[in-house]
């Protein structure tokens, strides 16, 4: 079984600034790990994902995570937010094993961008 | 680029009518899936289906709904007699077939269908 859990349902932060979306998963295999945005009145768009390679991801739009196995964490970053970066971001886990290509979903963090 | 459609983008139906949601997925991907995202709340698994049958489903998907892949590339969600709470954004998804082997093949989702039940 797996699941993830996103802590802050609501994050805003001002034009420029850090941002940081939390996300901790729990799997029972070694997993894959996916940030998704979802912009308004559209569907999920791949930002980035982990496939056991390297533990910093870099993904589009200058996004990133870093996957931390002693935390199971995969915690979204991006340096300096841009106003464009307001969107509801989603983390989602899936089992590594053959066959089980389910994805299964964080309830999302609306990040709001203040000017 | 190439991309997952899903038709209609807004069904407004009446509660105990039939709806049928269809997608057309990426004409080179073997899995596909469909997810629902209620209003406010995340999104949830329903279906996956490959090689033309149910390969995993949610306690969501019961009796009342069905999947097909009529044609080889159309892929459609059927709800036999909706339900109020039948109401959100369905999302269909495609995906290679992965594995640990050759890593996580993405989903790519289309921009869903919004199921509103009257």
């Known amino acids: 079984a797996q699941s993830v859990t996103q802590l802050g349902s609501h994050v805003s932060v001002s034009e420029g600034a850090l941002v940081l979306l939390r996300c901790n998963y729990s799997s029972s295999v070694p997993p894959y790990l996916f940030w998704y945005v979802q912009y308004p009145n559209q569907g999920l768009q791949l930002l980035l994902k982990?496939?056991?390679?390297?533990?910093l991801v870099k993904g589009i739009n200058g996004f990133e995570a870093e996957f931390k196995k002693s935390e199971t964490s995969f915690h979204l970053t991006k340096p300096s937010a841009h106003m464009s970066d307001a969107a509801e971001y989603f983390c989602?886990?899936?089992?590594?094993?053959?066959?089980?290509?389910?994805?299964?979903f964080g309830t999302g963090t609306r990040l709001t961008i203040i000017p | 680029e190439p991309e997952v459609t899903q038709t209609p983008s807004h069904q407004v139906t009446q509660m105990g009518q039939e709806v049928i949601l269809r997608c057309v997925p990426i004409s080179n991907h073997l899995y596909f899936y469909w997810y629902r995202q209620i209003l406010g709340q995340k999104v949830e698994f329903l279906v996956s289906?490959?090689?033309?049958?149910?390969?995993?489903k949610s306690e969501i998907f019961d009796d009342q709904f069905s999947v097909e892949r009529p044609d080889g590339s159309n892929f459609t969600l059927k709800i036999r007699s909706t339900k109020l709470e039948d109401s959100a954004m369905y999302f269909c998804?495609?995906?290679?077939?992965?594995?640990?082997?050759?890593?996580?093949?993405?989903?790519?989702f289309g921009a869903g269908s919004r199921l509103t039940v009257l």
């Open positions: 289906f490959y090689n033309n049958e149910i390969s995993e």
């Open positions: 989602a886990v899936r089992l590594t094993n053959f066959g089980n290509e389910k994805l299964t």
């Open positions: 982990y496939t056991s390679a390297a533990t």
């Open positions: 998804a495609s995906s290679e077939p992965g594995g640990y082997s050759s890593g996580a093949n993405v989903l790519t």
